[in-house]
Nanobody
Framework: QVQLVESGGGLVQAGGSLRLSCAAS????????MGWFRQAPGKEREFVAV??????????YYADSVKGRFTISRDNAKNTLNLQMNSLKPDDTAVYYC????????????????WGQGTQVTVSS
């Protein structure tokens, strides 16, 4: 059983930056593809970014809406997942969740077996 705990959310002005972290425990972190998702009020949970770990290194993939602004990274030695968010926009306001799956590079929420409790990100205009 994998446990995930997010941190780093908060209130920031448009154009600002935040760094989210997700601490994992209870499993072999490097075995899992790790993703970030977000859910705004009244909307479905949506994919943000994903990072898989292979023998040749990490492979990342981003939603078009965050490409070039957000950077996902993982530290397998520390069992930690990060999301660096720059040039934030009001549309980025949501609860952000980290999640783990054994499926490679999945962008679908239902493919993920383990979820954190979420951290609120609010971007003011």
């Amino acid at each position: 059983q994998v446990q995930l705990v997010e941190s780093g959310g908060g209130l920031v002005q448009a154009g600002g930056s935040l760094r989210l972290s997700c601490a994992a425990s209870g499993g072999t972190f490097s075995d899992y593809t790790m993703g970030w998702f977000r859910q705004a009020p009244g909307k479905e949970r949506e994919f943000v970014a994903v990072v898989a770990f292979t023998w040749s290194g990490s492979i990342t993939y981003y939603a078009d809406s965050v490409k070039g602004r957000f950077t996902i990274s993982r530290d397998n030695a520390k069992n930690t997942l990060n999301l660096q968010m720059n040039s934030l926009k009001p549309d980025d306001t949501a609860v952000y969740y980290c999640a783990a799956t054994r499926m490679f590079q999945s962008t679908t929420p239902r493919a993920y077996d383990y979820w954190g409790q979420g951290t609120q990100v609010t971007v003011s205009s």
